[in-house]
């Protein structure tokens, strides 16, 4: 069965050009033009992704973003106008897991979505539950808790946080941690890691602003629990 993508965007030209483009791509298809339609949709079918942009009459894409993501774990890529930092970044945050900006190409949206879909499809490795303070990650369920609560992390969040448990104290790059996340079909810029980082902070860490258990490495990147060395 040809996997489902929902194409969410308020012009019309837009929509056309991804649908053909994706059902080209051997996708099933379904259009929004509006925010609220776009929730209702995802309510009544299975959606396997979802391409959403960012300015929506209604209830616009950063808060059909959240909903989305509160409620299912479907890979979001947001489409947006401006090449904006803040933009990104508001996006990202809100849980979307890829960004393009207009114009884009037909051709490399759909490596997007397929380079998405991919990701959404690893099938977890059987690996035991690891163990970092009072947090607990499970590969093989995909699941973060703290003292038996819940931590509700994205894909990304889940896979740079299990990259840096594995291996406490080695410092990856950016360029690193986004292979892992990508496996080398990541297109972006390489600053969305930090952004990923950062919201993964405000999720696992006591105190985010002071943050003891994801390192900053200036200049190079991350890396779990204190630098080594005397004392360390």
């Known amino acids: 069965m040809a996997e489902r993508v929902l194409i969410v965007d308020d012009e019309q030209s837009i929509r056309r050009v991804v649908e053909y483009a994706l059902q080209e791509g051997g996708f099933e298809v379904v259009t929004a033009g509006r925010g ?16 959403l942009d960012l300015m929506l009459p209604g209830i616009d894409g950063m808060e059909v973003c959240r909903r989305i993501r509160a409620a299912r774990n479907v890979p979001i890529i947001m489409l947006s106008a401006r090449d904006d930092e803040v933009d990104k970044v508001l996006g990202l945050e809100m849980g979307a897991d890829d960004y393009v900006t207009k114009p884009f190409s037909p051709r490399e949206l759909v490596s997007r979505v397929k380079a998405n879909l991919r990701r959404a499809r690893v099938v977890p490795a059987q690996e035991d539950p690891i163990r970092l303070g009072d947090i ?23 896979e740079i946080l299990l990259k840096l448990m594995k291996s406490p104290r080695r410092v990856f790059t ?13 297109y972006g810029d390489l600053r969305s ?3 990923h980082v950062r919201h993964l902070r405000m999720k696992v860490e006591r105190d985010p602003a002071n943050p003891v258990l994801i390192r900053t490495v200036r200049g190079v990147g991350y890396a779990l629990g204190r630098e080594e060395g005397p004392g360390a």
């Open 36 to 51: 609220d339609e776009a929730l209702a949709i995802m309510e009544q079918q299975p959606v396997d992704l979802v391409v």
């Open 136 to 158: 607990l990650l499970d590969p093989a369920a995909r699941t973060a808790t703290r003292d038996g609560e819940d931590i509700p992390l994205t894909f990304s969040e889940f």
């Open 174 to 186: 950016r360029e690193e941690l986004m292979d892992h996340l990508w496996k080398g079909s990541f």
């Open 193 to 195: 890691v930090d952004v």
